[in-house]
């Protein structure tokens, strides 16, 4: 199996399976030069973990980072762990896979899932949890998001939960400071109220449900990204809908653009500081011709309603039989709550490797807004 690896010259490479003995990713690319540590990594992995609240999946899995390359540290780093610029190992080690719980519907593919594009394909199958399509591997994704932050000066990355269902919510009370305050990364405090009974009832259904995440980045330097083929949009959404589970993705206003006229779509711009103009609009979401602007670059994408559920579908058998199946076992009721983080983490990945490959080719950028 091919395709494990992203990035041009910030490159992560994931491996490991959802009931394998481990997950990690080696980085490739990364400056020398960084301080970094197991706890910088180990504090985004947290915000990803299971078993938090009520709203996500029960596996309790501590997702324990390990460094086992590429940083060095003594009495000349003043004790402080800098990477080497050489490759950076990192590991996670499964502890709390529950196998039994699939052997039930081994030789049946849930509807929803990868199960028979997957068989089809490679004409094997790990049935434990989905295996390498698991969601788990995302871990890999945020421990390599932890580093590429270290790349970028000066950018912010954030995430949020914008919408469950067809509930979204009030951007009038956006803050967000509300992000860490509830179980699902909602910018809204009302919002999240209203989510926890709504999930609930989702979840005693035995069903699940989807949801839309935004991620903004503020600072991005101007000019990361090519007009052709090195679009920073089309990185952007590659990555997103990479992620397990996303099917569509948007940048800026993204598909309300199509209701807009010309003339309220196009950001006007007036003169600024030190030669650069002021925007007054940002309905391209810090992109333009595929080459980031300064202002915040803005994603978005849905994420679809967990395919594991206790609710019985028909499906078939891998020898073409028809059955019911009810998939048993610990799932998030909507997985959308553990994007958030990993959307900050391909993010992350994907400026760094802009950021990269614009400084190889005509040195530092412009500093964003």
């Known amino acids: ?44 992995l947290d915000r990803r973990k299971p078993g938090q609240s009520r709203f996500t999946t029960q596996r309790r899995e501590p997702d324990q980072v390990k460094i086992l390359s590429g940083v060095f540290s003594d009495d000349r780093t003043g004790g402080r762990q800098l990477t080497t610029g050489t490759p950076i190992a990192l590991v996670i ?61 000066g950018v912010t990355i954030r995430a949020a939960l914008v919408q469950m269902g067809p509930h979204a919510i009030d951007r009038a009370n956006w803050d967000w400071d509300q992000v860490g305050q509830n179980p699902f990364f909602c910018p809204d405090a009302k919002a999240a109220a209203s989510y926890e009974t709504y999930l609930d009832e989702i979840r005693k259904d035995g069903s699940s449900i989807g949801a839309v995440i935004e991620v903004v980045a503020e600072g991005v330097p101007v000019g990361l990204g090519a007009p052709v083929y090195g679009k920073l949009d089309a990185d952007l959404a590659a990555a997103m809908m990479s992620i397990n589970a996303v099917k569509g993705v948007e940048i800026g206003d993204g598909f309300a653009a ?73 799932h998030d009721p909507c997985v959308g709550i553990r994007a958030v983080p990993v959307a900050e983490a391909m993010m992350a990945c994907v400026l760094a490797d802009h950021y990269l490959r614009h400084r190889g080719q005509v040195g530092e950028p412009t500093q964003g807004a």
Do not use: W
């Open 1 to 44: 199996m091919s395709h494990n690896t992203f990035g041009h010259l910030f490159r992560v490479t994931t491996f490991g399976e959802s009931h394998g003995v481990a997950l990690g990713c080696v980085v490739d690319g990364c400056p020398p030069g960084l301080a970094i540590e197991a706890e910088e990594i180990q504090a985004e």
């Open 258 to 330: 199509a209701s807009l006229r010309g003339e309220e779509n196009a950001d006007e711009m007036r003169s600024g500081n030190a030669g650069a103009p002021t925007f007054l609009a940002n309905h391209a979401g810090g992109i333009l011709g595929g080459i980031s602007t300064g202002q915040p670059v803005v994603c978005r994408f849905a994420v679809k309603p967990t395919s594991s559920i206790l609710t019985p579908r028909n499906t078939v058998t891998r020898d073409n039989r028809d059955v019911e199946i009810v998939t048993k076992g610990r």
């Open 93 to 153: 080690e499964n502890t709390d896979q529950r196998s039994k719980d699939y052997s039930e519907i081994r030789d049946s593919y849930r509807p929803g899932h990868a199960d028979y594009a997957y068989d089809a394909k490679y004409g094997i199958r790990d049935y434990r949890g989905g295996g390498r399509s698991s969601a788990r591997e995302t871990a890999a994704r945020v421990a390599a998001g932890a580093i590429a932050r270290k790349i970028l000066p």
